[in-house]
């Protein structure tokens, strides 16, 4: 498909951008013209993103670490665009969930999107006043966030926080011109997934059960996902806030 320039002069940060979901985004984000800060803790996979388009630039970034957020922002222009991009996946149920593994659930699939936007929205704010179009895209997950699943209890429960955080920062801030929205997708074949795939007791079986949850029948592709990515970062969704973009392949019907 021919690109648009949806996104001609826009500054978009990503996070968790090495792989999958975000390094398509980057990828698709650049391609519509955006400016794009690609950001991870993998510097070895973003120096390789950042040869596939002029326009992305690669910063490593541990989005569980406060110094490090700060020092970055402070010396980023002003964003129109942060995708909070990062996370992880706890499996197990309330009795297999110890306190190190419920805190790291939320330091990284909540907390770090509250340091984030704390450093950065200041000046999207001002970006917003002049522009009236500045968006905060915050991944959530279809998975416990909308429909219960098994063995999802620290997944599920951090992924509802951040709809609870995406909607209050949508309703803080509507009026001075920031949305916020967050991304609920189904189940996307990226590396993250491929690798729990690959440890589980029989890899095939367990392929076929992520394939069997989308009535569709088959899995989601991270290009399935960057469409939505590209729209809630452009002007065509500035009448959209505080919304939660189920991406699922029917699971949620």
């Known amino acids: 498909m021919k690109p648009t320039k949806r996104l001609e002069g826009k500054h978009v940060l990503i996070t968790a951008a090495a792989q999958g979901i975000g390094r398509a985004s ?6 519509e013209g955006a400016t794009v800060i690609a950001t991870d803790i993998n510097h070895a996979l973003l120096t390789d993103l950042g040869k596939m388009h002029p326009n992305i630039h690669v910063e490593s970034l ?3 670490n406060s110094g490090q957020i700060a020092e970055l922002a402070a010396r980023t222009p002003a964003l129109d665009v942060l995708f909070n991009c990062a996370g992880m996946v ?9 306190d190190d593994d419920w805190s790291a659930s939320f330091d990284v699939n909540v907390t770090s999107m509250h340091r984030m936007i704390r450093a950065f929205l200041p000046r999207m704010l001002e970006r917003a006043s002049s522009t009236r179009d ?7 997950s279809m998975v416990s966030s909308i429909k219960g699943f098994p063995n ?22 509507v009026a001075q011109g920031l949305r916020c929205n967050t991304l609920c997708p ?7 997934l491929r690798d729990r795939i690959a440890a589980s007791p029989d890899p095939i079986a367990a392929e076929k059960n992520f394939i069997s949850r989308q009535p569709v029948g088959r899995l989601a592709t991270v290009d399935d996902i960057t469409p939505m990515v590209v729209f809630l970062a452009s002007s065509e969704s500035r009448f959209v806030t505080g919304q939660n973009m189920l991406i699922d392949g029917g699971v949620t019907i």
């Open 134 to 140: 500045v968006s905060i895209i915050n991944m959530a």
């Open 90 to 98: 706890h499996n197990g149920n309330v009795l297999e969930c110890s």
């Open 62 to 64: 541990d989005v569980r």
């Open 152 to 173: 999802r209890y620290a997944y599920g429960a951090s992924k509802a926080a951040v709809i609870g955080l995406s909607k209050s920062i949508a309703a803080d801030f």
């Open 186 to 192: 189904g189940t996307v074949d990226t590396p993250s």
């Open 26 to 31: 980057a990828i698709a984000c650049a391609t």
